[in-house]
């Protein structure tokens, strides 16, 4: 359905508005696990 909405328009702001968003999805996780296991980490480390 999003395929089909943004071929359609043609409107190339709008696509990178999605592709952009797709992106922020996909980073956020690893950001997180990321900051967990250096957390993990530090702690260990101070034992």
Known sequence: MC???LAS???KAKAQAVNDGIV???V???I?????????YRMKKKQ
């Open 9 to 11: 328009e043609g409107n």
């Open 3 to 5: 395929r089909a909405a």
């Open 24 to 26: 922020y999805l996909m």
């Open 32 to 40: 997180l696990v990321g900051a967990i296991g250096y957390a993990v």
């Open 28 to 30: 956020i996780p690893y």
